[in-house]
């Protein structure tokens, strides 16, 4: 009789992954960020790719049973072996959670999961001779209750291919229906130009759906030169801030920050993860040059990623009587709809949720950022006259 337990999960958990609720934008999304990793890596190795590209083929067919498939590739320098083994691994990351999109270790299995039910993964390097891959399908895993997948190869085109490829098939019908209207492109598009355009813009990435290139987003506001009166001050039309806040411990094996004292994790109880992390919040906040109902508020960036695009939570105030929030902006628009606020925020050092579309509002870090850019007091002055609340000169009121 064995001594140990074997506790290496069924295949089935891999599919089940599928379930969890990533929308088709967020699927790509996440592959997109491992690209964007891997011309991050290409850097700190002094490889770096002067015009990265990730390409991204949508389907056309509409039928998960026949050949139709997604298909994402990019030219970054590639994996070794060992690397693409780890990137399959449900779980594993080698990520570095203060300077990498990726995060959590599912982000690739979850999308790939969640899109269809095969996938192979083909990487190559400078150096490699030949391409090797990987493919993952569910239903044989299932059938032969294992998880091991063959190594697969084969030759390249050219000597200087580098990058690589990932292709899904049998796609899951309910979750990529979407993607056979025509019409989802361009709001795909427009979506990644929000997400990834200051990305796109400061590093030169090209991010392209079915051969037309998506175009960065960049906000329509008035110009820094303009400015209006207001209590004997010039308020200029953009306000920059830049608030330092200092370094702090962090542990990047439990995404935790720690008190200056404690060199020593109390969650896993190790030295090595714990890391001195530099925090600041950097950017600006304008107006725009038209009223929107929708179109307007602040973004917020981790890594040069939106996480949050067009956040209104900012104009909220809490009022302490009724413990209520209550509106601040727009009102009192006199013959004109919707606001035209709108700005970005870098928060590198905010922890983010699992899929990336909010940070974690409990988190201490969140906090002190809201009350940087906004303010304790209320936005309005004769609100905060009332409560015996000193006046708010936070960017956002001096707007």
């Known amino acids: 009789m064995k001594d140990t337990y074997d506790v290496t999960p069924s295949p089935r958990v891999l599919r089940m992954l599928g379930e969890i609720d990533f929308k088709p934008w967020q699927c790509f999304a996440e592959l997109i960020d491992n690209s964007i990793d891997s011309f991050k ?3 700190i190795e002094n490889k770096k790719i002067l015009k990265p590209v990730v390409e991204i083929k949508l ?8 050949d139709d498939r997604i298909i994402l590739r990019d030219n970054g320098v590639g994996m070794s072996n060992e690397d693409l083994n780890n990137c399959i691994r449900a779980g594993y990351s080698g990520n570095d959670p203060v300077d990498k999109l990726g995060l959590f270790g599912m982000g690739f299995n979850i999308a790939t999961a969640r899109l269809g039910i095969k996938t192979e993964v083909w990487t190559t390097r400078f150096e490699d001779a030949e391409w090797h891959g990987a493919s993952i399908d569910f239903d044989q895993l299932e059938k032969a209750s294992t998880f091991s997948v ?3 190869t084969k030759a390249k085109n050219s000597p200087h291919e580098h990058g690589t490829e990932i292709i899904i098939t049998k796609l899951r019908k309910e ?7 025509g019409k989802f492109k361009a709001p795909l598009k427009f979506q990644f130009g929000k997400i990834y355009g200051k990305f796109m813009a400061d590093e030169n990435l090209s991010i392209i ?4 290139e998506v175009r960065p987003f960049r906000h329509c506001i008035w110009g820094e030169n303009r400015s209006v009166k207001y209590l004997n001050e010039d308020v200029p039309a953009i306000i920059k801030f830049e608030f330092k806040l200092g370094p ?4 990047k094996r439990c995404w935790l920050w720690l008190s200056p004292e404690e060199k020593i994790c109390n969650n896993c109880q190790t030295e090595s993860a714990v890391v001195s992390r530099d925090r600041r919040v950097k950017g600006w906040i304008g107006i725009q040059r038209y009223f929107d109902l929708n179109e307007y508020g602040v973004d917020f960036i981790r890594n ?3 996480i949050l695009i067009g ?10 009587d009724t413990m209520q929030e209550e509106l601040e902006y727009p009102i009192d628009m006199i013959g004109r709809e919707g606001g035209r606020i709108v700005g970005e925020v870098e928060i590198d050092h905010v922890r983010v949720s699992h899929q990336k579309d909010a940070f974690q509002t409990g988190d201490p870090e969140w906090q002190q950022t809201i009350k940087l850019i906004r303010g304790e007091s209320p936005l309005r002055p004769n609100i905060a006259e009332r409560y015996k609340l000193p006046p708010n000169e936070s960017p956002l009121a001096k707007l």
């Open 41 to 43: 890596n290409a850097t």
């Open 59 to 66: 389907p056309v067919k509409g039928d998960m049973f026949n």
């Open 150 to 152: 063959p190594r697969l």
């Open 175 to 181: 979750t990529t229906q979407p993607l056979f209207d």
């Open 209 to 212: 759906v079915d051969n037309q």
């Open 248 to 251: 702090k411990n962090f542990c």
């Open 304 to 306: 040069g990623r939106k």
């Open 311 to 320: 956040d209104k939570s900012i104009f909220n105030w809490l009022n302490p």
